[in-house]
């Protein structure tokens, strides 16, 4: 996306002294690490009512969407300007649940794609937590290939009528819009039959089932759409040319990691914040801190951490700079995974048996356990890291890329599943 | 690579790149693989008159950076020193004229700092001692008071060009400080031993000090007090190493990548198989990584920002760790080829895997990250 930038523009030091002020102000510290944890639902909504209030109070401060032009209530400032936000924003409470996906891919593309009045309705509503954005992609029949989506959406005149099914959308029940990638046409190439739409989650035909996830998590839903209806207006882009929304949308979305759209505290760490759940609390907690093989492995955790602190800096720079393709965006979310995975790793290694087997007192140790439990989670969410990897081999090295059997025919075509015959042998 | 170089960087890399491709072409290395130096005078002399062992130098001094920013400066060299595997004392070299610059007697600045500069000598930086002392930051040797002078007995190794060095900085313990000493090489009781060494053309020696006395005119900073000369001498030395181990990671990736679209095996090259594909992007993830980190750690040095030491420590710990696994990596793809002598792989293979040797190995820095957290959780409990 390009800004262009005003010619008054506010002096990085002005905005980071003014952000300054008003975060100390009135932005209260972080209290423990801010990641989703295992709340009642509840609790869950009491958290996602304060994050949206959280959220206004940026934006009444003048700190929303500081890339975002002013005109869609945005600051219209820099890349700077985002470091010294996160700068500030070091050691405070901040809106996570609202920032990825709402922030980007969401608001991105509507800021890329979108009409006047579907910015000028929606982006404000985002900036000022009023909306919570969420993604309807990926679908049961599969996540990695996006571009296969079987959600049909047919024209009734003014009016789109969607079936079909979505998946792991999070935290769906708790928001309010969410972009959702159709089909609209099965008779052309897979890629040329798409369309995206604005859907409301209250909309009458959208059904939701809460999927428990094997760390007890319910944050991740399913959708069933049964003749939803929604208006033209909806529609964002030109009907069957969903993909080229649809590559800027991974794009964002394999960018989430180091995307200057969603605010990220400086010092937040996969290691977890400083003072609470960190490695060497941990290894003091289970009573390793003075083994020199638990100490390696502090080490290793975090110069894993910083160094995919510094890449996270550095693929933006090299991306807006064009030094990089943007296809480079797959290294920070390859990096993220391989480095979360370590991390998951290192941390079930320092808790000790308790990780597995623990009492009520030891419910820390268990969270590491929990941790090492469902670790692959961050090598799938969001893409997986074999499409990461692909990505990287054949956009950015241009390597040949994988012999797919959905070129050159009608979507229609495509096989979706084994021949019956294949089906009945597999299964004798 | 850093992404954002001043118009006098860009000209200052080009140059050397040039200079390098030349006079440290692949044929030129093998050709100094017995070579006692292991490089040309000639040729250390003209890089040294093309800046790389001024950057960090005060002008005062005859010095001066490119940018204004040396340390970035010098990471610059050093990663086109890792691309070509390049031979010569880059970071004993850049590490002394620094400590000279910022603490030498004007005597020692006229009289060596200004040759190293020149290029006239070599000197090498006596700091790390062999096993059972062999782990970064400990230092045994001892520097004992000896009428008005200073007297040193025992054994430090490795010296990076310790057998044609015209002097030596040496590191030695003082009760519970630090102090250093430029001691003459040719200084009686100093015998230098050559070592072996993995790279092709980087010279290494045992130096031994039997009862070598020393005038106070020797001293480098102060008596017992050289603990922050020498931290920040052991940031900028690893700050080159990173840098040159980026350098010579991001040739054995060209090399291999080039290899990977031009060798076909069962009618497709090994490019279009997706088992190799996915090694070559985790392979390019840790490049960029190293890449990323290397700079981090530079800037943190330059501007001696108060996590200068976990930033080096961090980088040389990823980079010490990765770097090997990317090069091992690059031979893996290649097959029998790639274990050959014939082929110029190892030559970079070599140069990672030794600098993740030098100035404390990938555990001595993981260790030393982890110190340094738990000062900083448990203020009560001083880092070790």
Do not use: M
């Given at each position: 996306m390009t800004t262009t930038e005003p010619v008054d523009i506010e002096t990085v030091e002005d905005f980071r002294e003014r952000a300054r002020k008003f975060i100390r102000e009135n932005v209260p510290p972080a209290e423990g690490p801010q990641v989703a944890g295992n709340l009642s639902d509840e609790e869950e909504l009491a958290d996602v009512s304060r994050q949206r209030q959280l959220q206004r109070l940026l934006y009444d401060g003048g700190l929303a969407g500081v890339l975002v032009p002013r005109e869609y209530g945005g600051q219209g400032l820099t890349l700077d300007h985002v470091r010294a936000l996160n700068e500030e924003m070091a050691g405070r409470q901040y809106p996570f649940r609202l920032q990825v996906p709402g922030m980007t891919p969401c608001m991105t593309i509507l800021l890329d794609f979108g009409t006047e009045e579907q910015k000028r309705q929606h982006v404000p509503a985002i900036l000022r937590g009023d909306e919570i954005w969420m993604q309807m992609l990926s679908e049961p029949s599969g996540g990695s290939d996006v571009a296969g989506a079987q959600t049909t959406a047919l024209r009734d005149g003014d009016e789109w009528v969607l079936n079909g099914s979505k998946v792991w959308t999070t935290g769906a029940w708790w928001s309010d819009w969410a972009l959702c990638l159709t089909r609209t046409n099965v008779d052309v190439e897979k890629h040329r039959g798409l369309t995206v739409f604005m859907v409301p989650f209250d909309i009458e035909g959208l059904e939701m089932h809460r999927i428990e996830m094997l760390n007890g998590s319910k944050e991740f839903c399913q959708e069933f759409l049964t003749d939803v209806r929604i208006p033209d207006s909806y529609r964002i882009g030109e009907v069957d040319d969903g993909w080229t929304l649809g590559t800027r949308w991974m794009y964002y979305e394999r960018s989430y990691a180091s995307s200057p759209y969603a605010i990220l505290p400086a010092g937040s760490s996969l290691e977890g914040d400083r003072g609470v759940g960190t490695m060497v609390s941990l290894a003091a907690r289970s009573g390793r801190l003075r083994d020199p093989a638990a100490r390696a492995l502090i080490?290793?955790?975090?110069?894993?951490?910083?160094a995919l602190a510094h890449l996270s800096k550095r693929l933006p720079k090299a991306i807006m700079t064009r030094k990089m393709t943007e296809q480079a965006a797959s290294i920070g979310k390859l990096m993220y995974a391989l480095v979360r995975r370590r991390l998951m790793t290192i941390g079930w290694e320092l808790a000790g048996p308790t990780a597995a087997v623990w009492g009520d007192d030891d419910a820390d140790l268990g969270e590491r356990g929990v941790n090492f439990l469902s670790r692959q989670v961050g090598e799938i969410a969001g893409g997986t890291t074999e499409m990461a990897r692909n990505v990287v081999a054949e956009r950015v090295l241009g390597m040949p890329r994988e012999k797919t059997f959905d070129k050159g025919v009608a979507f229609r075509e495509i096989p979706k599943g084994p021949p019956a015959r294949a089906r009945e042998e597999h299964q004798s | 690579m850093e992404l954002e170089l001043t118009p006098d960087q860009d000209f200052f890399v080009a140059t050397t790149r040039r200079f390098l491709e030349d006079r440290a072409a692949v044929g030129v290395l093998?050709?100094?693989?017995?070579?006692e130096r292991?490089?040309?005078?000639?040729?250390?002399?003209?890089?040294?008159?093309?800046?790389?062992?001024?950057?960090?130098?005060?002008?005062?001094?005859?010095?001066?950076?490119?940018?204004?920013?040396?340390?970035?400066?010098?990471?610059?060299?050093?990663?086109e020193f890792g691309r070509h595997a390049s031979p010569g004392p880059l970071v004993a070299a850049n590490v002394?004229?620094?400590?000279?610059?910022?603490?030498?007697?004007?005597?020692?600045?006229?009289?060596?700092?200004?040759?190293?500069?020149?290029?006239?000598?070599?000197?090498?930086?006596?700091?790390?001692?062999?096993?059972?002392?062999?782990?970064?930051?400990?230092?045994?040797?001892?520097?004992?008071?000896?009428g008005k002078g200073w007297s040193l007995t025992g054994t430090k190794a490795a010296v990076e060009a310790g057998g044609v060095a015209s002097h030596l900085l040496v590191t030695a313990r003082t009760g519970d400080g630090l102090t250093q000493l430029l001691v003459p090489a040719d200084a009686p009781g100093v015998v230098a031993t050559p070592m072996h060494s993995l790279d092709l053309t980087r010279r290494f020696s045992t130096v031994t000090f039997d009862g070598t006395t020393v005038p106070a005119s020797a001293l480098v900073g102060e008596a017992g007090g050289a603990a922050g000369d020498v931290a920040r001498q052991l940031r900028l030395a690893n700050v080159v190493l990173c840098a040159e181990m980026t350098g010579a990671m991001d040739k054995a990736m060209d090399i291999t990548i080039e290899w990977a679209f031009d060798r076909y095996t069962f009618g497709r090259p090994l490019a279009s198989y997706q088992a190799l594909k996915h090694r070559f992007a985790d392979m390019k993830t840790w490049l960029e990584a190293s890449q990323a980190v290397t700079d981090g750690a530079a800037t943190a040095v330059q501007d001696d920002a108060d996590d200068a030491d976990e930033a080096v420590s961090a980088a040389k710990a990823y980079i010490g760790h990765h770097g090997p696994e990317v090069v091992h990596e690059c031979v893996q793809m290649h097959g029998g080829i790639g274990v050959t002598f014939e082929h110029d792989l190892h030559l970079y293979v070599r140069r990672v895997v030794l600098d993740a040797a030098l100035h404390g190995t990938v555990n001595d820095h993981r260790l030393r990250l982890a110190d340094i957290l738990e000062a900083r959780e448990n203020p009560e409990r001083p880092a070790a």
């Open positions: 080490g290793e955790a975090h110069a894993e951490s910083i | 093998r050709g100094l693989r017995d070579d292991g490089y040309d005078e000639a040729y250390w002399r003209q890089g040294c008159e093309l800046g790389w062992t001024s950057l960090l130098v005060a002008e005062a001094d005859g010095g001066g950076s490119i940018s204004g920013r040396g340390v970035e400066d010098l990471a610059l060299v050093a990663f002394v004229a620094a400590a000279l610059s910022r603490s030498g007697t004007e005597a020692q600045k006229v009289e060596v700092l200004q040759r190293i500069l020149a290029g006239e000598v070599v000197v090498g930086w006596a700091i790390a001692e062999p096993p059972p002392n062999d782990r970064l930051g400990h230092v045994a040797l001892e520097a004992v008071p000896s």
